[in-house]
């Protein structure tokens, strides 16, 4: 079992910078491909960057060149730094840990945090 534990969120005006941190319980998290999605009001749930166990990165195209994702695997944590935001970047941001272990699909979601982007 793995708890997931995003901070950092908050309200930023156009054009400024948040870094969301993800802190994870329980072991293996090196083992894990973690993730950040957002959720906008009346919207679906959407992938914003993901990074692999192997630290390989993957970001929308809305947020490319604006938002950068990495992990300390020693501190069992993932980032997100977000330059450069909008209005439409607005939205709960979920921290997503996932791993396939003897055929077993593993995943784990934290419990969001609000980013507000407003003048």
């Known amino acids: 079992q793995v708890q997931l534990v995003e901070s950092g969120g908050g309200l930023v005006q156009p054009g400024g910078s948040l870094t969301l941190s993800c802190v994870a319980s329980?072991?293996?998290?090196?083992?894990?491909?973690m993730a950040w999605y957002h959720q906008a009001p009346g919207k679906q749930r959407e992938l914003v960057a993901s990074?692999?166990?192997?630290?390989?990165?993957n970001y929308s195209d809305s947020v490319k060149g604006r938002f950068t994702i990495s992990r300390d695997n020693a501190r069992n944590t993932v980032y997100l730094r977000m330059n450069n935001l909008k209005a439409e970047d607005t939205a709960v941001y979920y921290c997503?840990?996932?791993?396939?272990?003897?055929?077993?699909?593993?995943?784990?979601w934290g419990q969001g945090t609000q980013v507000t982007v407003s003048s």
């Open positions: 997503n840990a996932r791993r396939t272990y003897y055929s077993m699909a593993y995943v784990y």
């Open positions: 329980g072991s293996a998290f090196s083992s894990y491909n």
């Open positions: 990074i692999s166990s192997g630290g390989i990165t």
